[in-house]
């Protein structure tokens, strides 16, 4: 599996950016997608994920900020990130998450740089 994102950039606070996530290969019809990040010096943390379902789960602090979708049929995930703020500074990954005939697995896509700055 192949997680290609794109999206990242600089971003003055308060403005809006949108993360893509395209997924290739070997990819079951029931998995999560979503997106962490890694903010300096800290540990990647979920952002927001989304079930094939159409479940979703968000951090406390991107509630109501940050929307997570998908498309099945094309295998993507999107985060739509509106009121950034400079906390919001993180490396932030693309994750795939399905089980497969060795567990549960975890694919991750390079990370894609945002930064909130004025």
């Known amino acids: 599996v192949q997680l290609q994102a794109s999206g990242g950039g600089l971003v003055q606070p308060g403005g809006s950016l949108r993360l893509s996530c395209a997924a290739s290969?070997?990819?079951?019809?029931?998995?999560?997608m979503g997106w962490y990040r890694q903010g300096p010096g800290q540990q990647r943390a979920l952002v927001a994920s989304i079930a094939n379902s159409g479940g979703t789960n968000y951090a406390d602090s991107v509630k109501g900020r940050f929307t997570v979708s998908r498309d099945n049929a094309k295998n993507t995930v999107s985060l739509q990130m509106n009121g950034l703020k400079p906390d919001d500074t993180a490396v932030y990954y693309c994750n795939l998450r399905q089980r497969m005939d060795q567990g549960l697995l975890d694919f991750w896509g390079e990370g894609t740089l945002v930064t909130v700055s004025s």
């Open positions: 290969g070997l990819i079951y019809s029931i998995n999560t």
